[in-house]
């Protein structure tokens, strides 16, 4: 069974780090571009970051760029997130995909999806 699994989520003050982790299992992250996705309540699900099959090309939205970094580590089957200098507006639902291209602008081209994370950002 194909499955995606995103951990780390959880508490955390404004100005703080979380470190999202996206865990696949029956098949080969490095075969995939992998994009991080996220929905606030009421809102629509908006792209993050994504990241190349080759791990050479990232993508990121304007409101997480210096602030947000996306890497994956072949050996472990994992893609990242360190989200630094957290803010309130990142508070949401995370969700992590796999799909043939590093696009963040259209989720529907992404073929597997996990479960999702909350980031609560608050003080």
């Known amino acids: 069974q194909l499955q995606l699994v995103e951990s780390g989520g959880g508490l955390v003050q404004p100005g703080g780090s979380l470190r999202l982790s996206c865990a696949a299992s029956?098949?080969?992250?490095?075969?995939?571009?992998i994009g991080w996705f996220r929905q606030a309540p009421g809102k629509e699900r908006e792209g993050v970051s994504c990241?190349?099959?080759?791990?050479?090309?990232?993508n990121y939205a304007d409101s997480v760029k210096g602030r947000f970094t996306i890497s994956r580590d072949v050996a472990k089957n994992m893609v990242y997130l360190q989200m630094n200098s957290l803010k309130p507006e990142d508070t949401a639902v995370y969700y992590c995909?796999?799909?043939?291209?590093?696009?963040?602008?259209?989720?529907?081209?992404?073929?597997?999806w996990g479960q999702g994370t909350q980031v609560t950002v608050s003080s």
């Open positions: 995909a796999a799909g043939h291209r590093c696009v963040i602008t259209t989720p529907h081209r992404y073929t597997y």
């Open positions: 029956g098949f080969t992250l490095d075969y995939y571009a």
């Open positions: 990241i190349s099959r080759s791990g050479g090309s990232t």
